[in-house]
Antibody, heavy 127, light 110 residues
Framework: QVQLQESGPGLVKPSQTLSLTCTVS??????????WSWIRQPAGKGLEWIGR???????NYNPSLKSRVTMSLDTSKNQFSLKLSAVTAADTAVYYC???????????????????WGQGTLVTVSS | QSALPQPASVSGSPGQSITISCTGT?????????VSWYQQHPGKAPKLLIY???KRPSGVSNRFSGSKSGNTASLTISGLQAEDEADYYC??????????FGGGTKLTVL
C-alpha cells in the first residue's frame, strides 16, 4: 500500500524559506488520478489546506498563501516538495503531505478525498 | 479563505448518537457533493471517514454516516464508543479549485 513520509528541517528562521519533501513508497507518484497535496496544522488548531500539484503540472494553492508557495514533483525520486518563503511565527505548524484522489476510475466521476497521509512533521519558525 | 464553521465540541454517552455539522456556502458545500470527513486522534494524522458526502471507504465502520442539506453537511456517529473520542474535520471542494477544511469538532465520549 502507498505510504507517505515528510522530511525536512524542524527549525526555520523568520524571513527564510521552509522546504519540505514527501517521499512516496509502495506506488508510483506518476500513476493514477491524484493530486499530491500539503496540509498544515498549527498546535491546538485546525487543518489548513496549503495546495496541490499533479504530475500533469496542474496546481492550485490556498489564496492566502499563494504568493509564498511553490510545489513541485520529482518523479525520478518518487517525491514531491513544498517551499514556503518569507516565513513568520504564524507558519509554525505540523505539516502533512497527503494524496488527493480527484477522479474515481470505478465510477467515472470527479471525486475528492485525502488518503493516505504522512505522519506529519513539526516545523517551528524561530530565531 | 476562512475555515468552514463546525461546533467546537460535542459529547455523548456510549451507545448514543451524535451529529456534527459543517456549515458552508453556495461556493463550496452547497454547490458540490465533494464533502469529506476526517477523524484525528491526538498526535496522529487524520483518517478518512466519509467522502462524496455519504460514501464510506472500505474498512470504515458503518456507524459513521454523512449527509448534506443545502449548504450544511453533517457527520453522524451512531453507537458511540470510547475510541470515537477524537477531533473531526469536514473538508469541501470550493469554487476556484480550492479545498476548505472545517474548524474541527472535539468529540468527548462521556
Amino acid at each position: 500500500q502507498v505510504q507517505l513520509q515528510e522530511s525536512g528541517p524542524g527549525l526555520v528562521k523568520p524571513s527564510q524559506t521552509l522546504s519540505l519533501t514527501c517521499t512516496v513508497s509502495g506506488g508510483s507518484i506518476s500513476s493514477g488520478s491524484f493530486y499530491w497535496s500539503w496540509i498544515r496544522q498549527p498546535a491546538g488548531k485546525g487543518l489548513e489546506w496549503i495546495g496541490r500539484f499533479s504530475t500533469s503540472g496542474s496546481s492550485n494553492y490556498n489564496p492566502s498563501l499563494k504568493s509564498r508557495v511553490t510545489m513541485s514533483l520529482d518523479t525520478s525520486k518518487n517525491q514531491f516538495s513544498l517551499k514556503l518563503s518569507a516565513v513568520t511565527a504564524a507558519d509554525t505548524a505540523v505539516y502533512y503531505c497527503a494524496r488527493e484522489t480527484y477522479y474515481d476510475i470505478l465510477t467515472g466521476s470527479w471525486t475528492n478525498w485525502y488518503d493516505p497521509w504522512g505522519q506529519g512533521t513539526l516545523v517551528t519558525v524561530s530565531s | 479563505q476562512s475555515a468552514l464553521p463546525q461546533p467546537a465540541s460535542v459529547s455523548g454517552s456510549p451507545g448514543q448518537s451524535i451529529t456534527i455539522s459543517c456549515t458552508g456556502t453556495s461556493s463550496d458545500v452547497g454547490s458540490y457533493n465533494l464533502v469529506s470527513w476526517y477523524q484525528q486522534h491526538p498526535g496522529k494524522a487524520p483518517k478518512l471517514l466519509i467522502y462524496e458526502v455519504t460514501k464510506r471507504p472500505s474498512g470504515v465502520s458503518n456507524r459513521f454516516s454523512g449527509s448534506k442539506s443545502g449548504n450544511t453537511a453533517s457527520l453522524t456517529i451512531s453507537g458511540l464508543q470510547a475510541e470515537d473520542e477524537a477531533d473531526y474535520y469536514c473538508c469541501s471542494y470550493a469554487t476556484g479549485s480550492t479545498l476548505l477544511f472545517g474548524g474541527g469538532t472535539k468529540l468527548t465520549v462521556l
